[in-house]
């Protein structure tokens, strides 16, 4: 890779850890800790949150008709996103020990913990965890599709496109041939070098 591009790595990482730390004293201010994975808030925070909850029959007056008839479409997407589920998650089990590709933990990817907060009604909960599993499942779909990626095609496209998987950046540039060849095995060895994320 190219020193420039090293530069601007560090430079990344640099900033990843920043925002940790903002995290980290956002948590505080927001009076709750993680205790194995386990969102635990202080006693006060909680009862905060209760005294903030929109009751369930407020909340349905407020929302518009056409919301609540949209719904039934929103949720249907609940059976490819389980089915993309199911396949990714085969596909990985049974391709990435034979391409000695570091497994994906989905863990790492799905979060469903806002229906902890007490300031949320029954519905809005139910809401959370839904988005939650679904954009968690695209995060984790997108971090096994992207490990697939660096493996086959490390190559970046000719044009910017957004919304890039962080592996991207260390991709060969689109035309040049021999850094494919070169840095091929070399993305292929990191990847198996990984420990799995399990």
């Not at 990344?12 to 635990?40: G, K, P, S």
């Not at 925070?45 to 518009?64: D, G, M, P, S, Y």
């Not at 091929?184 to 990984?194: D, G, H, P, S, W």
Request: aromatic share 10%; glycine share 2%.
């Amino acid at each position: 890779m190219p020193e420039t591009l090293e530069k601007l790595h560090e430079k990344l990482n640099a900033i990843e850890e920043e925002i940790e730390a903002e995290w980290a004293t956002r948590r505080a201010a927001m009076a709750y800790r993680l205790e194995h994975n386990r969102v635990v808030f202080e006693q006060s925070a909680r009862e905060a949150q209760r005294r903030a909850r929109v009751n369930l029959w407020i909340f349905l007056k407020r929302t518009r008709p056409m919301v609540v008839l949209t719904s039934p479409v929103i949720y249907s997407l609940i059976i490819p996103f389980i089915v993309l589920d199911i396949f990714i998650t085969i596909y990985q089990a049974i391709c990435f020990p034979i391409y000695r590709i570091a497994k994906v933990k989905r863990a790492d990817h799905i979060a469903i913990d806002r229906q902890h907060l007490a300031y949320l009604n029954a519905l809005q909960k139910l809401n959370c965890v839904y988005c939650g599993y679904g954009n968690g499942l695209l995060s984790y779909v997108s971090e096994v599709a992207a490990r697939t990626e660096q493996f086959w095609c490390p190559i970046k496209h000719a044009r910017r496109l957004h919304g890039q998987h962080a592996r991207y950046l260390d991709f060969v540039d689109y035309g040049d041939p021999e850094a494919f060849n070169a840095q091929t095995v070399r993305l292929r060895n990191a990847l198996r070098q990984m420990k799995d994320d399990r």
